[in-house]
């Protein structure tokens, strides 16, 4: 008789049902209408963001005036940095709108070419130290044109009147809460 490890089973189920895809759609987070957003296999969990352009000018504004951590550069490796860091930042909200899962497999679009290092380090600090979500190791690739992560990112960018349910509201004030110069990171601690 084989001797059954209910443990691992569990484990294994755990991960096939927690595999979360993440894609965008925009050319540019500074320049176009640009959505970041989640979406599970079985299309249970959906949720996104959409960058309005009033947001993206503070932000921009705010970079080039020196009030954050990241020093402003019109250098494209400068813009990239900084650009990983919001995008970063936009998907911990997101994860954090969901219920937190014991583990999660990600599967992420190659959306910041280059910048794959930068991108899990900073998924490892949100959603392993901030939301104690034990992490795997994500794959980067192309998603499926059929994937819910790509088909909701699309259909976000075109929603004008915003009136999809899948939004999640993140605020000028929550993104700085992580780019600002005077703040401790260790579950955002003001000084």
Known sequence: MTSINYNIIREKWLEIENILKKD????????????????RDDGEIIRGFKFDKELVNRIVNNWKSNKYRYEYNSFETKRGIFKVRIYSIILYYLFKSIEKPDFLSLTICRDFKG????????????LETLLKIKMGRPLYQRLAPNSHAHIYANMMR????????????ISLEDIEKFLKKNKVHQGVIDR
């Open 115 to 126: 910048r794959t290092n930068e991108i899990t380090q900073s998924l490892k600090y949100f």
């Open 24 to 39: 965008v759609s925009g050319y540019d987070m500074f320049k176009d209408v640009y959505v970041i957003c989640i979406a």
């Open 158 to 169: 075109r929603d004008n009147k915003n009136l999809l349910s899948t939004y999640v509201n």
